[in-house]
């Protein structure tokens, strides 16, 4: 089979596993399902808050220079025209004039390897797009026959608090989840007193009118975003954004990720208030390298847009010298992350000559630590496994899973990659044991009950 082939193969069945296992739903499904909107389900919630929580802990909890924060969504309208995404927040996109399917023209101009600077006019994109449009195909029906690139500003409007129908001042969805963190900054020197540098941390969502959500979680119109702006003395960035950046190079192999699959990129074409970029890429499945988090050098951009638009001094006092602060950012996508996990951990294997499909997570990022299981459905057998479960709920989470027979309860464990499995059987009544199945090694071990509790929490560590 081709590489290529096998790796469709893969991405196509982890979507699949997704929705067979509760990971992730199609956003409302049931009425056809709303484009580049996804719900994370009973598993996927799990796998979610430990990717977040992970994070959290070394981002914050970790730390005694970075602060944590959770941001209004709903912000007054004129930040967007401070933080420059009114004006220059925008995709060009052009229409397939065979199959009306919708293209980003910066995206496939990048493909064939030419540069669209985000700060071209519509005019400058569209004698890029037309003189290179022999190689541009459309991804759907393969004509090259397009409409004019147009540009189209992705902020999401509401009407908050309008209530005169006429779309006055609106009021958007946020296009980036770190404004909340500038407009808050003034209030976290107030009561904090931190001392420069300091970082301040929130994970918070984002809505952008995507022109193509595509390739399931990776390119959604509503998503997560998990940010750190770090706040440094003018012209002190450049050996912090070192350290940022191997700082959360070391968070990814710590998080599970395998090296070969992650690698740095620099931006040719920055953003509107960047100075330096680089993205860190991760290697998936069927779509290969791209962007997962960007790290982003912003100097001064935000802080004196907010002060000019607000009136407001956002200056940081250091003993009487007085200084907009330079910031650092990182900007993770929390569900390229989540995808990033699924595909590592995605592991087919033959075992008795059937396929095994096993999700290999990390301890600590498992949705359910630990699967109760009564052999039989047999009161004599469910009510001590219930009282198991009861007993280590509150260490892990636990699952009590009774349908089905064993083996296909096992794997079933195995396809949300739950560590262990706890299985009650009628043994077990006389020898007061169970037996534990780790998922890697499919390895059966008989514990006692009463050293149960100190067996797992020692194999969960
Ligand atoms: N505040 C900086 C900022 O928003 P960005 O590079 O536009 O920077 C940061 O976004 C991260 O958010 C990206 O690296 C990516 O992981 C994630 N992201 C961006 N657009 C996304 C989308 N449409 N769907 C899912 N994740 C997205």
Redesign the pocket.
């Given at each position: 089979m081709l590489e290529e082939n096998k790796n469709m193969d893969k991405m196509e069945k982890i979507m699949s596993l997704c929705k067979r296992r509760g990971f992730v739903f199609q956003g409302s499904e049931i009425y056809g399902g709303l484009a580049?909107a996804y719900d994370f389900g009973p598993i996927g919630v799990e796998l979610l808050n430990n990717i977040k929580k992970f994070w959290w802990e070394e981002v914050v909890q970790k730390r005694t220079d970075y602060y944590g924060l959770d941001s209004a969504l709903f912000k007054f309208p004129k930040v967007w025209e401070a933080s420059g995404h009114t004006t220059g927040f925008s995709d060009p996109m052009a229409e397939c004039k065979n199959c009306n399917t919708r293209i980003r023209v910066d995206k496939e101009l990048e493909k064939i390897g030419v540069g669209a600077d985000e700060k071209m006019s519509e005019k400058e994109i569209n004698q890029l797009f037309f003189d290179n449009l022999d190689k541009i195909k459309c991804p759907k029906c393969g004509k090259t026959d397009f409409t004019e690139a147009k540009k189209f500003n992705l902020l999401i409007k509401s009407n908050y608090g309008d209530f005169t129908g006429k779309d006055l001042d609106p009021v958007y969805l946020p296009?980036?989840?770190?404004q909340g963190i500038y407009l808050n900054y003034k209030n976290v020197v107030d009561s904090m007193h931190p001392k420069m540098p300091f970082g301040i941390a929130q994970i918070g969502k984002?809505f952008?009118n995507?022109i193509s959500?595509r390739n399931f979680?990776?390119?959604?119109?509503e998503?997560e975003?998990a940010?750190t702006q770090y706040f440094v003395r003018p012209n002190e960035n450049i050996e912090r954004y070192e350290e940022i950046r191997q700082e959360r190079w070391q968070w990814y192999l710590d998080l599970g990720l395998s090296e070969k699959n992650l690698r740095w990129k620099q931006h040719e074409n920055l953003?509107f208030y960047a100075k330096d970029a680089w993205?860190i890429e991760y290697n998936y499945p069927t779509y290969g390298f791209d962007?997962?988090?960007?790290v982003?050098d912003r100097t001064d951009y935000d802080l004196t847009q907010h002060s000019k638009f607000s009136g407001v001094d956002l200056s940081f006092n250091e003993d009487g010298h007085k200084f907009i602060p330079w910031i650092l950012?990182t900007?993770?996508?929390v569900?390229?992350?989540f995808l990033a996990v699924l595909s590592e951990a995605y592991n087919i294997e033959k075992v008795d000559g059937e396929e095994r499909v096993v999700m290999k997570f990390p301890k600590k990022l498992a949705p359910i630590k630990v699967a109760f299981l009564p052999l039989s459905k047999k009161e004599e057998l469910t009510l001590p496994t219930k009282k198991l479960f009861d007993q280590l709920k509150d260490k892990f989470m636990c699952q009590y899973d009774e349908t089905q027979s064993i083996g296909k309860r096992y794997r079933r464990q195995d396809e949300i990659g739950t560590p262990y499995c706890v299985t009650f059987d009628f043994e077990s009544l006389e020898d007061q044991a169970v037996t534990v199945r780790e998922r890697d090694t499919m390895q059966q071990e008989r514990i006692k009950i009463d050293e149960l509790e100190t067996y797992l929490i020692e194999k969960l560590k």
């Amino acid at each position: 089979m081709l590489e290529e082939n096998k790796n469709m193969d893969k991405m196509e069945k982890i979507m699949s596993l997704c929705k067979r296992r509760g990971f992730v739903f199609q956003g409302s499904e049931i009425y056809g399902g709303l484009a580049g909107a996804y719900d994370f389900g009973p598993i996927g919630v799990e796998l979610l808050n430990n990717i977040k929580k992970f994070w959290w802990e070394e981002v914050v909890q970790k730390r005694t220079d970075y602060y944590g924060l959770d941001s209004a969504l709903f912000k007054f309208p004129k930040v967007w025209e401070a933080s420059g995404h009114t004006t220059g927040f925008s995709d060009p996109m052009a229409e397939c004039k065979n199959c009306n399917t919708r293209i980003r023209v910066d995206k496939e101009l990048e493909k064939i390897g030419v540069g669209a600077d985000e700060k071209m006019s519509e005019k400058e994109i569209n004698q890029l797009f037309f003189d290179n449009l022999d190689k541009i195909k459309c991804p759907k029906c393969g004509k090259t026959d397009f409409t004019e690139a147009k540009k189209f500003n992705l902020l999401i409007k509401s009407n908050y608090g309008d209530f005169t129908g006429k779309d006055l001042d609106p009021v958007y969805l946020p296009g980036e989840a770190c404004q909340g963190i500038y407009l808050n900054y003034k209030n976290v020197v107030d009561s904090m007193h931190p001392k420069m540098p300091f970082g301040i941390a929130q994970i918070g969502k984002t809505f952008r009118n995507e022109i193509s959500p595509r390739n399931f979680l990776f390119r959604c119109r509503e998503f997560e975003q998990a940010d750190t702006q770090y706040f440094v003395r003018p012209n002190e960035n450049i050996e912090r954004y070192e350290e940022i950046r191997q700082e959360r190079w070391q968070w990814y192999l710590d998080l599970g990720l395998s090296e070969k699959n992650l690698r740095w990129k620099q931006h040719e074409n920055l953003v509107f208030y960047a100075k330096d970029a680089w993205d860190i890429e991760y290697n998936y499945p069927t779509y290969g390298f791209d962007e997962m988090e960007g790290v982003h050098d912003r100097t001064d951009y935000d802080l004196t847009q907010h002060s000019k638009f607000s009136g407001v001094d956002l200056s940081f006092n250091e003993d009487g010298h007085k200084f907009i602060p330079w910031i650092l950012e990182t900007s993770m996508g929390v569900g390229r992350v989540f995808l990033a996990v699924l595909s590592e951990a995605y592991n087919i294997e033959k075992v008795d000559g059937e396929e095994r499909v096993v999700m290999k997570f990390p301890k600590k990022l498992a949705p359910i630590k630990v699967a109760f299981l009564p052999l039989s459905k047999k009161e004599e057998l469910t009510l001590p496994t219930k009282k198991l479960f009861d007993q280590l709920k509150d260490k892990f989470m636990c699952q009590y899973d009774e349908t089905q027979s064993i083996g296909k309860r096992y794997r079933r464990q195995d396809e949300i990659g739950t560590p262990y499995c706890v299985t009650f059987d009628f043994e077990s009544l006389e020898d007061q044991a169970v037996t534990v199945r780790e998922r890697d090694t499919m390895q059966q071990e008989r514990i006692k009950i009463d050293e149960l509790e100190t067996y797992l929490i020692e194999k969960l560590k």
